[in-house]
């Protein structure tokens, strides 16, 4: 299943890199595909500039012939300037539009209209070239004075000489005055002859022509004249009809002019057009390759877009098979976690049980025990009683073992935080294993180093983390020593380390069981055969020492020994030191202390009824004895009780509701009487529980005399006793 998993992810892995490399190759793609289509989307939103260029080239070209045509009919020099100006403006715009073309045609077209457009240009320079000439000698509006002022006058030196015979015949009269015309005049003016003359000589004259014809002056005059005029009229005709040969040449260069203008004019436009439609074609290629590239990266981002979306609902659906795998393998995991944690509750609940009800008659078989040895026994009986109680401390030791590894697995256990001496703890511990030391005749040394202050914790469980450490070397040790060292190390006015280590020199532990020593119900071999235990007492101590936020190590060579060292930080306590004060250990504890006190024994078990009866007989107490809540109750409300003692489960009312109609008693003696709880089980909750409803102290089942004679000093005041009811 591990291995399926495992190829299961590989696989999911691979797909969402997969994934993520197409997310940024596609998002690479959109980048420049963003780009190309936002530069198509300027190509087909803008015009050519070589349109827009040639549009005003076809409407100057217009305006130029139009102005042309007006000067060929007004001959007015501005047209003709007017005109000249607009064909350069046009050349130049063609020059503009034919060089960006240049730049960006690439077809064999333009070539030819390139070769057109510069013969063209060629011409038209031409053709400006006469217009230029023809502006510098046209006509303006006095031609006809100018054309007039050209024409040579008529000299009297040009009349021809005609050689004539004058004779004269005297014959004078009157003659009337004519009215004479212009050229009658003319020939008067150039003959002299004077124009007051009224009367006609009456003399004839007579003319005798070189022919030999012979006519009268008068004839011969009027005959003179006419041919003077027909010989002016003919200058003048020879005169007209030069100029107007003239005129007719330059009407011809005017119209050859104007001709190659509309001719040049005509292909000029054409070429604008062919020009326009070249830009127009460019422009149509750039949006076609702009439409082409628009199509080509929509095509790419939706292909792109397309396969996202399968490789997102192949991942999905991935994800979603992965889920189910998942989830069907926790639901697998959760079923045999819930398997696995009720098997846990089961036995954990079995042993607490089991520890607890084998702790009731076991309390009764270390009492007995320990009552039996105050009497008068032989020395063989001694033996047998001494083997009857290390079985039941052995027994005791099993069931405590196995009572505190329930309690951490519930996590019942929480450490206390109350000030205690180090020092005195320590001595505690070395004073009670000391002794068992001494009986398998080992050298046992103890050392404490260091600061004798108080600290905040709790010394109870710090006793059994010594105790367990000490008695386990003390076990595996069969000759030889242990040595115990302790320090208080000060590293702050706040702070100190607790660091003890127990060293001997027995068995050893292998190095294949090194690894797994602080595991529960793990036990050394084949090094530790002689020896056999829970194998809690390390799997305890190394959670307790972690509870206490410290650490715990070990080194060990099998047949040379090993050394335990533990690290536990504690605050230290502020205020006054506190002094234990040791109690004097006596055969007869009690003494006048108990005797005399009025005691209620509540407990629904017959053997420890007996057990505390010899007890308290012993410390000639007088008691009462109940064996349910109910009875207990009764008996309160009839005594005055200087010690109170309440086992916790019993029948009717349990000790916790005993003693919370005991607090509520209106007689405040009664009310304030001192309540002991016994219990063969107890956790933090029903710490806070006993101290909720009122007890004053409580005692663990199994115990000795000692334990609950301790208990009992702790919380009686020495000298009050309750005075005896009279009856």
């Not at 004078?172 to 212009?182: D, L």
Request: proline residues 2%.
């Amino acid at each position: 299943m591990r291995r399926s998993l495992t190829v299961f992810f590989f696989v999911l892995a691979l797909a969402a890199f997969s994934i993520g490399v197409l997310f940024i190759f596609g998002y690479d793609v959109h980048q420049r595909s963003a780009g190309k289509l936002l530069a198509s989307a300027d190509t087909l939103a803008r015009e050519h500039p070589g349109i827009r260029i040639m549009d005003n080239a076809l409407l100057t070209l217009s305006r130029a012939e139009n102005n042309f045509r007006m000067f060929t009919i007004t001959y007015k020099r501005n047209y003709l300037q007017q005109f000249s100006v607009q064909l350069g403006e046009v050349l130049s715009s063609v020059d503009l539009v034919a060089g960006m073309l240049a730049k960006a045609a690439d077809h064999q077209q333009f070539e030819g209209l390139v070769n057109k457009k510069t013969e063209v240009s060629e011409r038209i320079a031409q053709m400006k070239k006469a217009t230029d000439s023809m502006l510098s000698t046209s006509l303006t509006d006095d031609r006809i004075d100018k054309l007039l002022s050209s024409i040579p006058g008529y000299k009297v030196s040009q009349i021809k000489k005609d050689e004539v015979t004058m004779d004269t015949v005297s014959n004078v009269q009157a003659a009337p005055e004519k009215k004479k015309g212009f050229f009658k005049r003319l020939g008067n003016a150039i003959s002299n002859k004077n124009k007051g003359d009224t009367v006609k000589a009456q003399m004839a004259v007579m003319v005798k022509t070189r022919s030999g014809k012979v006519i009268d002056k008068e004839t011969y005059d009027a005959q003179r004249m006419k041919d003077i005029i027909t010989d002016v009229n003919g200058y003048y005709k020879k005169v007209l009809r030069t100029q107007l040969s003239n005129r007719m040449k330059i009407d011809a260069d005017e119209q050859s002019l104007a001709g190659t203008n509309i001719s040049m004019l005509g292909e000029l436009d054409t070429l604008i057009v062919a020009l326009r439609e070249s830009a127009t074609v460019a422009l149509a290629q750039q949006k076609q390759q702009a439409k082409r590239t628009v199509y080509a990266d929509t095509s790419t981002m939706r292909n792109i877009a397309v396969w996202g979306f399968i490789s997102l609902v192949l991942a999905i659906a991935m994800a979603l098979g992965t889920y189910w795998l998942l989830h069907k393998k926790e639901m697998q995991l959760k079923a045999s976690e819930t398997a696995a944690r009720e098997q846990a509750r089961v036995r954990t609940e079995f042993l607490a049980n089991m520890s607890h009800e084998i702790r009731t008659p076991l309390n009764a078989v270390v009492g007995f025990s320990e009552q039996l040895s105050y009497s008068n026994l032989t020395s063989g009986q001694r033996d047998l009683l001494r083997s009857v109680e290390t079985s039941a401390d052995m027994l005791m030791q099993v069931v405590n073992d196995v009572l505190d590894f329930s309690k951490l697995e519930k996590e019942y256990i929480s450490i206390l935080h109350e000030p205690f001496s180090l020092y005195d703890t320590f001595e505690d511990v070395i004073n009670t294993t000391r002794i068992l030391a001494v009986q398998k005749n080992l050298e046992f040394k103890a050392d404490f180093d260091g600061d004798h202050r108080e600290v905040n914790g709790d010394a109870f469980r710090l006793k059994q983390i010594l105790l367990n450490l000490i008695s386990n070397a003390v076990k595996y040790t069969p000759s030889g020593s242990v040595t115990v060292t302790g320090i208080l190390e000060i590293q702050s006015d706040t702070r100190g380390l607790f660091t003890f280590r127990v060293k001997d020199t027995g068995e050893g532990i292998s190095k294949e069981a090194q690894a797994n020593l602080f595991e529960r119900f793990y036990q050394a071999a084949p090094a530790r055969v002689t020896v056999k235990g829970t194998g809690l007492g390390l799997a305890i101590t190394k959670k307790l020492v972690e509870m206490h936020g410290g650490n715990i190590s070990f080194t060990s060579e099998p047949g040379q020994g090993s050394e335990f060292v533990c690290r536990i930080p504690y605050e230290l306590a502020s205020g006054e030191r506190h002094t234990a004060v040791a109690m004097p250990e006596t055969e007869q504890p009690v003494g006048a202390f108990m005797e005399g006190r009025y005691v209620l024994v509540a407990e629904d078990q017959e053997m420890n009824l007996l057990l505390m009866k010899m007890m308290l007989t012993r410390w000639k107490c007088r008691f009462d004895m109940a064996r349910d809540g109910e009875t207990a109750l009764r008996l309160l409300d009839q005594h005055r009780y200087d010690l109170v003692l309440l086992d916790l489960h019993m029948p009717k009312f349990s000790g916790l509701e005993v003693v919370e109609r005991i607090r509520k008693n209106a007689d405040p003696q009664k009310a304030g009487v001192v309540v002991l709880a016994l219990t063969a089980d107890i956790t933090e909750q029903d710490v806070r529980d006993f101290r909720r409803a009122g007890f004053n102290d409580w005692l663990m089942k199994p115990f000795k005399e000692m334990d609950i004679y301790r208990v009992i000093r702790k919380n009686l005041r020495l000298g009050e006793k309750v005075v005896p009811e009279q009856n």
